[in-house]
């Protein structure tokens, strides 16, 4: 069996040979100047399952993810709040961080932030404006040529002549020699941060900031590169003319991958749009494996509509997977579970085209064999171990949510009372303990090893 993904590029689903060296992967990474969203949690959670589960096939990976940190929408927050743009964007890459960590994303191995790449970049314009491919201009903005790239557009389908009757109609400069050309350079304006360039202060475009850290950690080629639908065009699109323009090296990329929009509404969820939940606001309520879950449940090319309804169910069915995994085992009979048949399945629906919500049927199937296996006394541990292997490949911890609105240690206190009370016989308060505990939605799970609790 091999691994087969959609290619945008192609338009069908491809093999992703494996091979004895590394593969390099890029994946677009945000733009800090707001707080991070549940749209965001979707696409990273998708590659770090994409990751996952092609080093668990033996893959081996060189994964870059990248920082936009100098952007119009930066500026203007720094502007608006006084601060520093760069401590503006820190102060949203540290969130960001630490709800990754709370996903139980996989860490990229590098994370390059575009401001500390000016050198790179500024090596990459000189070469396209060198071999005519871009163009400076008196102001001292520099603009990629897209007319002199024969195939601009193949990513996309778009057509050039269209892009550019699209264009005039909402901009015009008198600059650009056509209104497709996008800007590489940007001279600086008033107020705005700036590096000096061999065509005065200024700022890089958004494109070639890709394209200079993917060529500097990666190279000239890479063989998977993902992003959101959104960045097919115009972000990807000029990716691949100004790297190809730069490197002489086709394809770019080997294998295009897109995941689909998290949508509230009728929209898709924007931090620009305003219509947001954030990453946080969703741990809170739903836990990482209730997230995760929720986002896994859909075709990572198909859009995802938010619901809280989804959301409650993603969380009730991480619940439903993390009691199969930890029930207590009886310790009878070794039940026959058939481990490498559940693995087959797995790998199979994962081997086409990310298939996660075959995957995570797969898991169910297994829990509800655990719960029968337990009920008639048999040992599950060896369908508990495969769980929560196959369920390490989704991301998926099986762990007790972390917080209860930081009411953990008055929760751990109260069970201690209802336990103490039974101990002593005084089973009617120790029973009015455990109701006034379920009314605020905490349930208790008596066992041999002791009680636990959860949120509901």
């Known amino acids: 069996m091999t691994l087969r993904l959609y290619n945008t590029m192609s338009r069908r689903v491809e093999e992703v040979p494996l091979r004895d060296d590394e593969l390099k992967i890029y994946v677009c990474g945000i733009t800090p100047y707001d707080h991070s969203h549940l749209g965001h949690a979707m696409s990273y959670i998708i590659f770090d399952v994409l990751r996952r589960y092609m080093e668990y096939r033996g893959y081996k990976l060189k994964h870059v993810q990248n920082y936009t940190d100098i952007d119009d929408r930066i500026i203007m ?62 102001s001292g903005d520099v603009y990629y040529n897209v007319r002199r790239d024969g195939d601009y557009g193949k990513l996309s389908g778009r057509h050039v002549e269209t892009i550019s009757r699209d264009y005039a109609r909402v901009e015009s400069t008198e600059e650009k020699r056509d209104p497709a050309d996008f800007a590489l350079w940007k001279a600086a304006k008033p107020g705005e941060p700036s590096w000096e360039s061999p065509w005065g ?49 086709k394809p770019f990329v080997k294998h295009w991958i897109h995941n689909g929009w998290l949508t509230l509404g009728e929209e898709k969820m924007s931090k620009s ?98 719960n029968r296996a337990r009920d008639d006394g048999r040992s599950v541990r060896e369908g508990q171990a495969m769980l929560r292997m196959l369920a390490g490949v989704l991301g998926l911890t099986l762990e007790e949510p972390k917080s209860a609105g930081g009411a953990e240690p008055f929760i751990d ?35 041999a090893e002791g009680t636990r609790w959860r949120a509901k």
Not at 105 to 118: F, S
Not at 221 to 242: C, K, S, T, V, Y
Request: charged letters at 25%; glycine letters at 8%; a negative charge.
């Open 201 to 249: 202060p200024g700022r890089p475009g958004w494109h070639i900031e890709c394209s200079a850290m993917s060529y500097r950690y990666l190279g000239s080629q890479l063989d998977l590169h993902g992003g959101g639908q959104d960045l097919i065009f115009p972000h990807h699109e000029n990716e691949i003319a100004q790297s190809e323009a730069y490197t002489g090296v």
């Open 273 to 370: 749009l305003g219509n947001i939940v954030t990453i946080g606001e969703g741990l809170k309520t739903y836990g990482a494996d209730g997230i995760r879950i929720f986002v896994l449940t859909a075709h990572y090319r198909a859009p995802l509509h938010y619901s809280t309804e989804t959301l409650e169910s993603g969380k009730r069915a991480a619940e439903r997977l993390r009691i199969a995994a930890t029930l207590p085992d009886p310790e009878g009979q070794p039940a026959e579970f058939l481990g490498e048949d559940y693995r087959k399945r797995f790998v199979e629906a994962m081997d086409d085209d990310l298939n996660t919500a075959g995957a995570l049927a797969v898991l169910f199937d297994l829990a509800r064999e655990i």
């Open 77 to 138: 927050k720094a502007n608006n709040t006084g601060r520093p743009f760069d401590e503006v964007a820190q102060e949203f890459i540290s969130e960001y961080e630490d709800e990754m960590r709370e996903l139980n994303i996989t860490p990229a191995h590098i994370y390059p932030r575009a401001t500390q790449e000016i050198p790179q970049i500024i090596e990459m314009v000189l070469k396209l404006i060198e071999n005519g491919r871009a163009y400076p201009t008196e």
């Open 413 to 447: 206190l109260l069970v201690q009372l209802r336990n103490d009370l039974r101990a002593a016989r005084q089973f009617e308060l120790g029973d009015s303990v455990r109701q006034r505990l379920a009314d605020l939605g905490i349930t208790l799970e008596d066992s």
